[in-house]
């Protein structure tokens, strides 16, 4: 099918959309010659013109007016189903044999002009993703051997390296070799403040390189770089149906046959039993099809909620799926990770302590042995406390030994093999845990400094080396992270926009989460979790609230992102796991997004509300009038195809919210 149906301005299937533009222009040049078919019947008929003009400017209406939704009729019914354009078409035929060609005229002229109006409506909603597809350049200008070589992107390779000057976008994702500049991120993040770039800086494909020329190495081909999988999900989000969709999809063809049952009894009920004659009672029939036929609750879902789509992705948000757009109306309770989250996720190491067992010097070791030995064991772990150990290891130079046989014990600790021993590093859980039956020398002294540095806030863990013969407190590391400028600003608009509870959930240690909770004024705290606590948790939060929503970086928080009703995901413009997991996605890594994609759900979801009232209010007073006062096919006309123009430009409404 190449067009849409009248009824939902929808283009079926994924047409391009210079395609789509062209079968609008077309269905548009349509409506305009079944109004100047009808107006010259009408006019014809006034002025006394012969029958032969009359009836021809009518036939002119009827087959451009009658055209898309025939033919969308014969394909449904070929399926076998039956759509709305059906009761359109034989309303129309039905006031055409009863006399009334005019009132068939105008009801297919207002039917297409709906059909034009929504498919313009719907396109402006996805206007989002074709900027998207545009602002990505077709070539690049690759370095060879000294030399610019201009290349489309498909044939540019990882490890290439592509200059951009003033003014250009972006072809690729990459790291910036030399140069330095301002890179407006704004298509991608909706960061509004161009980002700095400098050699080692991450940089985007489709972003726009604003002030110096930069030569970028390649980290990603085409299709698997930011952008291009920024549209994919953009299109997927697009196809997926929010769940008032799916259930009005899957009434609407019970409702369909309802209406032409009702049709049948209003045309043979009152003919048969009451005697009525048969031209007013086949007439107001009619009327009563056209009233009760439900377009404007059809157009009424997709409307709004692709339009939200698209305003969403324009402020850094991106929803992937109208059912999450719903859902998230309804969130009252939001669960926050701590790490990445609420904290800038900058982790730094802070303290290098060595325990001093008052043993002789040469049986101690340095805080850089210590800390080499922890790099060591640290270097085979992602987690953000590793890699501030080892990045603390290289900006001292110190040299870092060989590790061998790691393991790790998630949201407690991780051991391997250096120098012939077993170096252990851990939250007292992790000891608790892996080496309860051990005698572990200096354990008490160990635990006490632990326990002053979380004090002050601090991520603090015990570093302790095994052998054959003993097991022994080396020292300990302490860490620190930044808590979010905006995360504060954050919690108190969440709480302005409704949302009851707020809670943190964290494998951090209970002082430094609650060091953290204190300071921005959240709920609820539980620290030293696992991931399964994670989600034991969020379970009890569902059990108590009518929608629950987790926000993490989606890298160690993917249980719990699953099981929340809602899962928002940390992503930046790079982060996969965020990209792939959640249902949202801060693509600019800006919390202060989070009331925004939540004031956006509930408008949403308001606006649903208003065109459901709309829709379902307008076929009910006419069909009330109809049966009671009589009201003429025209007025239906009007009533029936006004409301869904009307709901399509209050759907349309939400592309202007900000928030």
Not at 242 to 252: K, V
Not at 303 to 318: D, E, F, K
Not at 385 to 395: G, H, I, K, P
Not at 449 to 473: M, W, Y
Request: proline share 5%.
């Amino acid at each position: 099918m190449e067009t849409a149906s009248p009824s939902t301005g929808l283009v079926a299937g994924q047409a391009e959309p210079s395609v789509e533009r062209s079968v609008l222009r077309r269905q548009a040049a349509f409506v305009v010659l079944t109004f100047l078919g009808m107006f010259g019947g009408l006019l014809g008929g006034w002025l006394g013109a012969p029958p032969t003009f009359v009836w021809a400017c009518y036939a002119v209406a009827y087959v451009f007016g009658g055209w898309y939704g025939l033919k969308n009729s014969i394909e449904t019914l070929r399926e076998p189903a039956i759509e709305i354009d059906l009761l359109m078409i034989l309303a129309a035929l039905g006031a055409l044999f009863i006399g009334a060609p005019f009132e068939g005229a105008m009801l297919l002229f207002l039917f297409s002009l709906s059909g034009v109006l929504e498919g313009y409506a719907i396109g402006r909603s996805r206007t989002a993703i074709r900027s998207l597809i545009e602002m990505r350049p077709d070539s690049a200008r690759i370095l060879r051997d000294g030399r610019e070589v201009t290349v489309p992107i498909d044939d540019v390779e990882v490890g290439d390296v592509f200059v951009v000057r003033p003014g250009d976008r972006l072809p690729l994702d990459g790291v910036v070799e030399s140069g330095e500049s301002t890179v407006d991120q704004a298509s991608l993040t909706g960061e509004s403040v161009p980002a700095p770039k400098e050699p080692g800086d991450e940089v985007f494909g489709g972003t726009i390189n604003e002030t110096g020329s930069l030569e970028v190495r390649v980290t990603r081909e085409a299709h698997e770089s930011s952008i291009a999988r920024l549209i994919h999900m953009v299109e997927t989000a697009q196809s997926k149906r929010a769940p008032t969709q799916q259930l009005i999809d899957r009434y609407e063809q019970p409702y369909v046959l309802s209406v032409f049952a009702m049709t049948a009894v209003a045309i043979a009920l009152p003919i048969a039993l009451l005697g009525h004659p048969f031209e007013p009672t086949f007439y107001r029939a009619m009327t009563l099809m056209v009233a009760a036929s439900p377009c404007a609750v059809i157009i009424s879902t997709p409307a709004a909620v692709l339009s939200a789509i698209s305003a969403g992705g324009r402020q850094g948000v991106l929803f992937k799926g109208g059912e999450h757009i719903e859902t998230a109306g309804y969130v009252d309770a939001v669960a926050f990770d701590k790490t990445g989250t609420l904290t800038e996720g900058n982790t730094q190491l802070t303290d290098v302590g060595v325990l001093r067992d008052g043993t002789t010097p040469d049986d101690q070791v340095t805080e850089d042995e210590l800390l080499a030995l922890a790099a060591a064991v640290q270097s085979r772990s992602e987690h953000h406390l590793a890699e501030a150990t080892v990045d603390a290891a290289v900006d001292r130079s110190l040299e870092v030994p060989a590790a061998t046989g790691f393991t790790s014990a998630v949201g407690r600790g991780v051991r391997a093999t250096v120098d012939g021993a077993v170096v252990h590093i851990g939250n007292p859980r992790y000891f608790e845990s892996e080496m309860p039956q051990r005698s572990i020398d200096g354990l008490t002294p160990g635990l006490e400094a632990i326990r002053e540095l979380e004090a002050a806030g601090k991520t603090s863990v015990l570093v302790v080396r095994e052998t054959q013969d003993r097991s022994e407190v080396l020292g300990w590391l302490a860490f620190t992270d930044t808590i979010r400028a905006d995360a504060a600003e954050t919690i108190e608009a969440l709480r302005a926009r409704g949302v009851e509870r707020i809670v943190m959930l964290t494998g951090d240690n209970r002082r430094v989460a609650q060091y953290v909770a204190d300071q921005l004024g959240i709920d609820e705290v539980h620290a030293e979790l696992l991931p399964e606590e994670k989600v034991e948790l969020i379970e009890r939060l569902q059990e108590r609230y009518t929608a629950v929503a987790m926000v993490g970086d989606g890298v160690n928080d993917a249980p719990a992102l699953a099981t929340a009703d809602v899962s928002v995901g940390m992503g930046g413009a790079g982060t996969d796991v965020a990209l792939e997991t959640a249902d949202i996605v801060l693509m600019s890594d800006r919390l202060d997004r989070l009331p925004y994609a939540f004031a956006l759900s509930r408008e949403t979801r308001r606006t649903l509300y208003i065109n459901f009232a709309i829709a379902f209010g307008a076929i009910a007073i006419m069909v009330v009038a109809i049966l009671t006062a009589g009201i003429p096919l025209p007025v239906a006309v009007v009533g029936h195809e006004g409301s869904t123009v009307l709901v399509s430009l209050i759907g349309l409404r939400l592309l202007r919210f900000d928030g």
